[in-house]
């Protein structure tokens, strides 16, 4: 429509007839795109949470570093138990896709082998301090929207997440190399959030303090054993052992070769004994 700028102020039927099929023609292309049943961009209609918060450089916390990034999440629920994000820079129309995260329930992540348990990480932190976010849409009311916030914290606080950035934005001007695997914040003295989330607060206007006072009462589950794996031996963790539960002692697998030998030896030696006898 936008190169519908002069029209003759007496056009002929020829003239008008054209000028309707044209913008008929347009509406219902537009309609076609943004037409929810759609099945070529059925993943994307399934996008319905966008949340914010800071992701950390795994192997830079196993080094006792801090290095984080601000991520954007546009998330979809592919199941009750299985929830999926594209992580982008920002929410701007231009922001560069860095990454993608997995979220489970406990009661998923804990039938994951030991060493794929260790590549996830907790989000209680990242609820309880206030970090994370659903940015409030333009016209939704504050009040309304903030309850709303707040019950879906109470289900994100006890998911288990597995991030892996594709695009390290803080280093690169493109994607480059390998994709890293990203974490979350634990506990205090790791970060200072008051620096850290200075813009993302101003540009959502968001308060991270007055959010952690609201949801003090969201109880969080004992984190799993082997979580946050990255915090375990840097000085930057120092509770670990207080949040995650004590790992199950795995007993030792019989060695069925040495029981049948030394059976077979206790009954040679009966034998033996008892023909002496």
């Known amino acids: 429509l936008q190169h519908i700028t002069k029209i003759e102020r007496t056009p002929n039927t ?3 007839q054209s000028l309707k099929e044209g913008v008929l023609k347009g509406v219902e292309t537009a309609k076609a795109i943004l037409d929810d049943s759609k099945p070529e961009f059925a993943p994307l209609h399934r ?16 080094c006792g570093l801090t290095r984080y990034v601000n991520a954007t999440h546009f998330c979809s629920h592919v199941n009750k138990d299985l929830r999926q994000c594209l992580i982008y820079e920002s929410n701007a129309p231009n922001a560069r896709l860095i990454g993608i995260e997995y979220m489970i329930p406990k009661h998923i992540y ?3 082998p030991e060493e794929e348990q260790k590549l996830w990480h ?6 309880k301090s206030g970090m994370l976010v659903m940015p409030k849409p333009e016209r939704a009311d ?4 903030e309850k709303f916030e707040l019950e879906a914290m109470k289900l994100v606080v ?9 695009w390290q934005i803080d280093r690169d001007e493109l994607p480059l190399g390998a994709p890293v695997l990203m974490g979350s914040f634990t506990e205090e003295g790791q970060v200072n959030l008051d620096e850290a989330l200075e813009s993302r607060n101003k540009e959502f206007g968001v308060d991270h303090r007055a959010k952690a006072e609201a949801r ?22 120092s509770t670990r052992e207080k949040r995650n539960e004590i790992a199950e002692p795995r007993r030792n697998p019989i060695n069925w070769t040495y029981a049948w030998a030394g ?4 009954l040679v030696m009966y034998i033996v004994y008892t023909r002496c006898e």
């Open 47 to 62: 996008i319905c949470e966008h949340l914010n918060a800071l992701h950390v450089y795994c192997d830079d916390a196993r």
């Open 122 to 127: 907790s989000h209680e932190y990242e609820v």
């Open 14 to 16: 020829n003239t008008m």
């Open 110 to 112: 804990l039938t994951l």
């Open 158 to 166: 006890g998911l288990y997440g597995k991030t892996w950035h594709l």
């Open 216 to 237: 003090e009462g969201i109880e969080a589950p004992k984190l799993a054993h082997n979580v946050d794996s990255w915090w375990w031996n840097s000085e930057k963790n």
């Open 263 to 266: 059976l077979s030896a206790a």
């Open 142 to 145: 504050d009040a309304i929207w």
